[in-house]
């Protein structure tokens, strides 16, 4: 009752599932072909003679085909596939390599139809394959899918780098590796001792720690594919024989900047510089700090706070690694008071003065009183003089100065001084070339030109913050002023005398050297418990003043310690807490400057490598 036609692609038509019954149509279709067109001729029987007949053209329906064939990795004598499965349920797949695509080679699976992938394996290394699948249904067969592979190639590592070498560590980078499923990676000194570690195949960095400053490495990278090495890549690498910046200083400090310098170290990537007040001076200024790269070697700090003490951090990177750091402190100037303040020469109207510049003074603020009024004059900071007119002769007159940092003004300086009576002889000439000398921690010197007709000098000097008038007379033209504090700045007169008359003062000051503070004051972990505290001698210090807080405390513990004491060693501290260590030389009854350390506690681990221990700790602060 039928013929085969030519197959087509497309589905039954519609109007033929419902011009038929089922169970006639299900017995038609018993032994079709999918996908094929058949003429169908329906004739009706009676008993006695068969009716006219009606010819009608179908086509049977394909069978769903295995959908998103691929392979999904590729192994060095393997290859893993995967599919979809179709919606039509088959009994199961067959997969097989075509024989015109590999001549000789014969590999075909049968596999349930509940599963989506499978692993051809013993298949020959860097080699490309065609694989191909088909599902089975219970009257047909699925159309075949296709897909293309390679096996993989057992490669090197390329491109293996050993950088950002410190004293105890080296980076390793390299280029990833198609297919592999993880890395060796071996580190060898010259001295035979070796170490490895396995590393997953998402690595392609990692931190070699634990090495000898200034020793030699070998090192080398495999890949790993499932069981089998490939081959080795190898790159040597020198740890460095020192990872600390040697030399840190201030210099060019001003009011309100400074400029920071160090010696570059080999290998770094970049510095960290912090800096901060002291905890003399905590409250003045917040702590800041920058990272910079690899070739600076200095910068400069602007917007410090003047006459503050600053302690300074640098530390050395090395890609993400924190190395060693290095501490320095320097004072910025205070506010500068005008020096070498002098009147040169006045008359019964007027009055001349001077003054030696001051660096960072942006202009002079000028005053002068006599006894009714007091007047003021603005001057630029290039102005180095100024003649007062308009004055009443025979009046005293009180003339100050002080330097004007933008809206800021500096402390003041003041000369008194009378205009000259009308019947007034020549005025007695004024102190020249006075200057000082031999600045030392408790005294300095003053010397001058001494003139053809005085007599004598006096000499007066005050602590510029306050204090009692101490007055000298003397005939020579030097004289050492002692028994002063140390760090502490003074305004010194100096006037000429003839006879019984005293000329006009010059003013000008000085500042007494700070005592020394300590230096290399550090915190490292006991050899049995506990932290210690080490720290340099200081010449001439009679002790120490050693103190320590937590940082969210204000009551410290401290100890006296004697001249010869270098560390001390503490054992109450909390684990997980920051203190704040201070130490200051003691000079007899006088306390030098602080310096301070800040350092959070760790609890201290231990961690085996090569069948050694080595303690890990946390990083400490100066500020």
């Not at 049968?110 to 599963?115: A, E, I, N, R, Y």
């Not at 592979?149 to 390299?174: C, E, M, Y």
């Not at 071996?186 to 001295?191: A, G, I, P, V």
């Not at 320097?330 to 001077?354: A, D, H, K, Q, W």
Request: proline share 6%.
């Amino acid at each position: 009752l039928y013929t085969p036609w030519q197959p087509r692609a497309q589905d039954l038509p519609p109007h033929l599932l419902h011009s038929l019954r089922a169970d006639v149509w299900s017995t038609l279709l018993s032994g079709l072909q999918p996908s094929t067109r058949y003429s169908l001729i329906i004739s009706a029987v009676y008993p006695d003679r068969t009716g006219d007949s009606a010819t009608v053209t179908v086509e049977t329906t394909t069978v769903p085909p295995v959908a998103n064939f691929r392979i999904i990795e590729e192994g060095l004598s393997s290859l893993r596939l995967a599919w979809a499965v179709p919606l039509g349920k088959p009994d199961g797949y067959k997969i097989f390599i075509p024989r015109s695509t590999r001549p000789g080679l014969t590999y075909e699976r049968q596999l349930d139809g509940d599963v989506s992938s499978h692993v051809i394996e013993g298949l020959e290394e860097d080699e490309a394959y065609t694989v191909s699948i088909y599902a089975m249904y219970p009257q047909s067969l699925s159309e075949t899918a296709s897909a293309m592979g390679r096996t993989l190639k057992l490669v090197p590592v390329k491109q293996l780098q050993v950088q950002n070498a410190t004293t105890d560590t080296v980076q390793a980078r390299w280029a990833a590796v198609r297919g592999a499923t993880g890395y060796r990676l071996t580190w060898s000194s010259s001295d035979g001792h070796v170490e490895n570690v396995n590393l997953g195949e998402t690595y392609s960095f990692y931190m070699i720690q634990g090495l000898h400053p200034g020793t030699e490495y070998t090192v080398t990278i495999n890949p790993i594919f499932v069981d089998v090495e490939g081959p080795v890549t190898a790159a040597t690498a020198k740890t460095l024989e020192s990872s600390a910046v040697q030399t840190l200083k201030a210099s060019a400090v001003t009011t309100n900047s400074a400029t920071i310098s160090w010696n570059s170290v080999p290998g770094a990537t970049g510095y960290r510089l912090a800096w901060g007040p002291t905890s003399e001076f905590l409250g003045r200024d917040r702590p800041r700090q920058l990272a910079l790269n690899s070739s600076t070697t200095m910068q400069t700090l602007k917007n410090l706070v003047h006459d503050t003490e600053y302690v300074l951090s640098l530390y050395v990177l090395f890609g993400s690694v924190l190395g060693p750091g290095i501490t320095a402190t320097f004072r910025t100037s205070p506010l500068g008071y005008v020096s070498n303040f002098r009147i040169t020469s006045y008359t019964s109207s007027s009055m001349s003065v001077e003054w030696s510049p001051i660096v960072g003074a942006t202009e002079y603020k000028l005053t002068w009183s006599g006894t009714i009024e007091t007047q003021n004059r603005y001057l630029d900071h290039s102005i180095l003089f100024y003649r007062i007119d308009a004055l009443d002769p025979a009046t005293p007159y009180t003339v100050s100065i002080r330097a004007m940092y933008g809206n800021t003004e500096g402390p003041e300086m003041s000369l008194s001084q009378h205009t000259a009576s009308l019947t007034d002889e020549e005025p007695i000439q004024m102190v020249k070339e006075v200057k000082v000398i031999d600045v030392g921690v408790n005294s300095f010197g003053l010397a001058w030109k001494k003139g053809p007709t005085v007599t004598g000098y006096k000499i007066s000097w005050i602590p510029f913050l306050g204090g009692c008038h101490l007055p000298a007379a003397l005939s020579a033209s030097s004289f050492t002023i002692s028994g002063l504090q140390a760090g502490s700045a003074y305004k010194i007169q100096v006037s000429a005398v003839a006879g019984s008359k005293e000329g006009s003062p010059i003013l000008l000051t000085a500042r007494t050297l700070d005592l020394p503070k300590v230096t290399e004051f550090q915190l490292v972990e006991a050899p049995d418990s506990g932290m210690l505290l080490n720290w340099t001698s200081i010449p001439g210090a009679s002790g120490y003043l050693l103190s320590w807080r937590l940082m969210s405390e204000l009551n410290s513990t401290s100890e006296n310690l004697g001249p010869s004491v270098t560390s001390y060693k503490i054992s109450s501290l909390q684990h997980g807490r920051t203190y704040i260590f201070a130490i200051r030389p003691l000079y007899g009854g006088v306390e030098g400057p602080v310096t301070s350390l800040r350092q959070r506690i760790c609890k201290t681990y231990h961690c085996m490598r090569g069948g050694n221990i080595f303690p890990l700790f946390c990083n400490s602060v100066w500020y």
